[in-house]
């Protein structure tokens, strides 16, 4: 999922849209996590990058793609980057 998100609808409010922007990513990591894992391969990982635009964006984890939406809407931002990408993850195995 590479997405510009953008914000810009006067009819519909800011938190209703936003609550639709992590609605659209948690559809996505649903769809990703019930694919089938390739031979040898313990889980999906998720490969994040978050910004103002696809050049600034930068590397973070899944679980703070949520809250750098939330410092988004805070600073009432008309669009944002997401980029999440499912990769193979494996187990620390002892």
């Known amino acids: 999922m590479r997405t510009i998100f953008t914000l810009d609808k006067p009819k519909v409010k800011l938190a209703r849209q936003i609550e639709a922007t992590k609605s659209t990513i948690n559809k996505y990591l649903k769809r990703e996590r019930a694919k089938k894992l390739p031979e ?11 910004g103002d635009t696809k050049d600034e964006a930068s590397f973070c984890h899944l679980k703070d793609v949520y809250k750098l939406i939330d410092a988004a809407e ?8 997401v980029e999440i990408i499912a990769v193979e993850g494996y187990r620390n195995k002892k």
Do not use: L, M, P, R
């Open 40 to 50: 040898g391969v313990d889980f999906w990982d998720f490969s994040c990058k978050f």
């Open 74 to 81: 805070a600073k009432e931002q008309i669009t944002f980057y």
